[in-house]
């Protein structure tokens, strides 16, 4: 679980992420996408590697998440 409070941050997501918003409103956009709106209740999966634009829209925002770490190790 992870909460936030209003503002913006662009990142490159370290790792495949699926979420849930518990509280609150988010705006995210990938990068050459059009932004999607999540509220309580929404759910997505952004793979690892992509950028994402984040804007909180609400004074607090809370999602629970399930992150995965893909190691790219060459034998």
């Avoid at 988010?26 to 984040?54: K, M, N």
């Avoid at 004074?59 to 034998?75: C, G, I, M, T, W």
């Amino acid at each position: 679980r992870r909460s936030s409070t209003r503002g913006g941050f662009t990142m490159i997501y370290p790792f495949t992420e699926h979420a849930t918003v518990l509280e609150g409103e988010v705006e995210l956009t990938v990068a050459g996408q059009e932004p999607i709106r999540f509220s309580p209740g929404d759910s997505w999966f952004v793979e690892q590697g992509t950028e994402v634009a984040w804007k909180v829209l609400t004074p607090r925002f809370v999602k629970h998440y399930l992150a995965n770490v893909e190691s790219h190790k060459q034998d």
